[in-house]
């Protein structure tokens, strides 16, 4: 069956062999308030220059720590399903408003308004959400999950213990014997760590900005994937459509892109809000260089803001018309000899809540081995 003239959603977090793809470092990095969209743009500037891994970027202009980039590179591997991002459920429990206030994914308003109606209707805040649009059934059912697991989840390595240990701070016969006294005591971790002498109290507590800052990042992670579910389902059959391929050889799997151009900024003015939309004409130019046969996968990250910006992206120049959703997505690519160029055009479908003005662009681009 042709695809052309087909609008094709992105297939979301999953990968098409059954093998999870990472969730971009970019994005963990904005999703739990490591790096702003001003540090990622400068960050992103630099690789399409240099070539180098985002992470070597990152520590190079100063935008994060190498205590904390070792601790996000070790949890990266579990934002890559709900259930692994529900596993950093860990400290205080939350209520559920105040949980999507940290996801950014409703605004204070918002969340004023639906309380109010629930004092009047005495219905559930969840389902109220729902109904308002401005949670899917998904969303809510994972989100609550989230919320239960909280304080009452096992040890896990999201927990203060467990951070301190993969960033070097302490050993693990130390968190041992700390963990085999609070079975006696009941003192808090860091409280026993400082008394033994292993840590100092600023360790602990710059550890547990590091700790809610990871566990925003999962929150953030586990809501895209759950509001993307339905389009990974209805994209299944298109991504099966890569036949398979007899491969005799077995070489390692490299894929390089290189931004050529992309745009600085989103520019919404009065007359795309009353359209409800934005065109974005040659928005990106890409060069892309793979020797897998199997092709490569072609990344998706974009960057919603506190204030929602759109709600879908369709993106022309991949043969097909391609539907993003918010979080990150990919675009199985076929291999092709040689370096192959993308000129890549963009409709934003707008939020409701939209405003006029000039935004950082939101679309970030990258490219994995399948």
């Known amino acids: 069956?042709?695809?052309?003239?087909?609008?094709?959603?992105?297939v979301q977090e999953g990968h098409p062999r059954g093998r999870p793809v990472k969730r971009p470092l970019g994005q963990v990095l904005?999703?739990?308030?490591?790096?702003?969209?001003?540090?990622?743009?400068?960050?992103?500037?630099?690789?399409?220059?240099?070539?180098?891994?985002?992470?070597?970027?990152?520590?190079?202009l100063?935008?994060?720590?190498?205590?904390?980039?070792?601790?996000?590179?070790?949890?990266?591997?579990?934002?890559?399903?709900?259930?692994?991002?529900?596993?950093a459920a860990v400290g205080t429990r939350k209520l559920l408003g105040e949980l999507l206030l940290d996801a950014?994914?409703?605004?204070?308003?918002?969340?004023?308004?639906?309380?109010?109606?629930?004092?009047?209707?005495?219905?559930?805040?969840?389902?109220?959400?729902?109904?308002?649009?401005?949670?899917?059934?998904?969303?809510r059912d994972a989100v609550l999950v989230f919320q239960k697991r909280q304080g009452e989840g096992p040890a896990s390595k999201f927990?203060?213990?467990?951070?301190?240990?993969?960033?070097?701070?302490?050993?693990?016969?130390?968190?041992?014997?700390?963990?085999?006294?609070?079975?006696?005591n009941r003192k808090?971790?860091?409280?026993?760590?400082?008394?033994?002498?292993?840590?100092?109290?600023?360790?602990?507590?710059?550890?547990?900005k590091l700790q809610r800052k990871?566990?925003?990042?999962?929150?953030?992670?586990?809501?895209?994937?759950?509001?993307?579910?339905?389009a990974q389902e209805a994209s299944r059959p298109v991504t099966s459509a890569n036949s398979k391929i007899d491969v005799t050889a077995r070489v390692q799997a490299r894929v390089m892109l290189k931004v050529v151009r992309r745009s600085r900024?989103?520019?919404?003015?009065?007359?795309?809000?009353?359209?409800?939309?934005?065109?974005?004409p040659a928005a990106s130019s890409l060069e892309v260089r793979n020797n897998d046969p199997r092709g490569y996968l072609l990344v998706f990250e974009v960057l919603n803001g506190p204030v929602p910006l759109f709600e879908t992206i369709l993106v022309r120049g991949l043969g097909s018309e391609v539907q993003i959703g918010l979080g990150s997505g990919w675009v199985p690519q076929p291999f092709t000899r040689g370096v192959r160029s993308f000129e890549l055009s963009y409709r934003f479908i707008l939020h409701k809540d939209a405003r006029p003005g000039s935004y950082a662009w939101p679309v970030l681009l990258s490219a994995n081995p399948i």
């Open 214 to 230: 990871i566990v925003t990042a999962a929150l953030v992670a586990m809501l895209a994937m759950a509001g993307s579910a339905g």
């Open 188 to 208: 808090r971790i860091g409280e026993l760590l400082v008394e033994a002498g292993h840590v100092h109290p600023h360790q602990v507590e710059r550890t547990l």
């Open 104 to 139: 950014r994914r409703i605004t204070a308003d918002q969340l004023e308004q639906a309380l109010r109606e629930q004092e009047k209707t005495g219905e559930k805040l969840g389902e109220i959400l729902v109904r308002r649009g401005l949670l899917t059934d998904a969303e």
């Open 159 to 184: 927990c203060l213990g467990e951070i301190l240990v993969a960033t070097g701070q302490i050993t693990r016969e130390q968190l041992d014997r700390a963990l085999a006294k609070q079975r006696v």
């Open 30 to 60: 904005l999703d739990g308030g490591f790096a702003t969209p001003s540090d990622l743009d400068r960050a992103l500037e630099e690789r399409a220059r240099t070539n180098d891994l985002l992470e070597e970027i990152v520590l190079r």
């Open 62 to 87: 100063g935008i994060i720590d190498p205590w904390e980039l070792e601790s996000i590179l070790s949890i990266q591997g579990d934002l890559t399903t709900i259930e692994g991002a529900i596993q």
């Open 1 to 10: 069956m042709s695809l052309r003239n087909r609008t094709v959603p992105a």
């Open 265 to 280: 900024e989103l520019v919404i003015t009065d007359s795309d809000i009353t359209q409800g939309y934005v065109d974005v």
